[in-house]
């Protein structure tokens, strides 16, 4: 029987955090699509949005007693694909591709060697010197001085080479300031000249076919909130900077399925401030203006389709905080 013709079951890893929920409200409306949550928080929110939910076990994931639980929920729930939705999963399934792909179920992963350089924002760097890419001026010097020789005037921002979503990150003023900051993050750091402003940032989800090219980029302007995540944004029908930007780095990075690139613009380019080889936060957001990621996963991943992004609406969006209570 056709996957089509029975429906499919999907697992989304991490609905208690924001890419988790947002990949299930994407999800949500597809017709014939079972979605099983999991989660290491037996209270989760995005439980309540699925047609069943897991609780991980309390072992860590280099226990292969994980493994064996994954296994034994893919069997039970028949899953026809895994929805990675936290960083660490993609890392979890893209380390075990053999052990799961051997088990007879597709997970939305992208090309290990994008994942594995999308760790490090120093290696994408040196990827992107390296191509002839337009890269932000940036060094690793825990010298105020050389510092600023190399990058220019302060503000400098300091980032930890090995993170995501904005996390860690702080301007450096002065030398104190660098010094506090190198004692945080030891060698895990790195400098950046600060380029454009907060008000031309932009994320951008696109689906990667794994030679080169790729759908048509959805375009967001965004301001980004407590956490590094997208707050507010507004759809971009079109900006030739930023698709040029896309097009070349997918024909040399050669992405496989969702995946997100943020720049900001300044000085006539599109500057790349990092890529994230997976579903990102902005996810909901982008499936709600025509771009489902999770929906063209299933067509990539399970019917061998090449999705493509056909309707991008014109939109302003925002994010809020709201209640949930479950009275007792």
């Known amino acids: 029987m056709s996957l089509e013709a029975a429906g499919v079951r999907v697992l989304v890893t991490g609905v208690g955090a924001i890419i988790g929920q947002g990949v299930v ?6 017709p014939e699509v079972s979605i099983i949550g999991l989660d290491r928080d037996p209270l989760a929110f995005g439980r309540h949005a699925c047609d069943g939910f897991y ?6 994931e280099a226990d292969p ?12 729930e028949a899953i026809d694909l895994v929805l990675p939705a936290i960083e660490q999963d993609v890392f979890h ?9 051997s088990a007879g179920v597709a997970v939305a992963l992208n090309d290990s060697r994008l994942i594995e350089l999308a760790r490090d924002k120093w290696s994408l760097h040196q990827a992107l010197l390296e191509a002839g890419l337009p890269a932000i001026a940036t060094s690793r010097c825990g010298d105020w001085a050389q510092a600023i020789a190399q990058l220019g005037p302060a503000p400098l921002l300091c980032k930890p080479r090995r993170g995501s979503g904005g996390r860690g990150q702080a301007l450096v003023e002065d030398e ?9 993050l030891g060698d895990n750091f790195m400098l950046q ?15 990667g076919y794994g030679d080169g090219t790729s759908s048509r980029p959805a375009i967001l302007q965004r301001t980004l909130g407590p956490g590094g995540a997208t707050w507010r944004a507004r759809s971009v029908a079109s900006d030739a900077l930023i698709e040029s930007a896309c097009e070349a780095l997918t024909a040399q990075f050669r992405p496989v399925g969702p995946t997100n690139y943020q720049f900001r613009k300044a000085d006539g380019r599109a500057w790349l401030l990092e890529i994230n080889p997976r579903l990102s936060a902005s996810v909901s957001l982008r499936a709600a203006l025509g771009f489902n990621e999770a929906a063209m996963s299933i067509d990539y991943f399970c019917r061998a389709r090449r999705p493509a992004l056909t309707q991008w609406r014109a939109a302003s969006c925002t994010r809020y905080i709201e209640d949930h209570i479950e009275y007792l």
């Open 55 to 60: 609780v991980k076990p309390p072992v860590a």
């Open 193 to 207: 000249r600060l380029v454009g402003s907060a008000d031309q940032e932009y994320t951008v989800g696109l689906f």
């Open 25 to 30: 409200k994407s999800l949500r409306p597809l």
């Open 176 to 184: 104190d300031d660098l010094r506090y900051q190198l004692r945080k």
């Open 65 to 76: 007693a994980y493994d064996s639980f994954l296994l034994e929920l893919i069997e039970r």
């Open 93 to 101: 399934f893209d380390a075990r591709r053999q052990l799961f792909a």
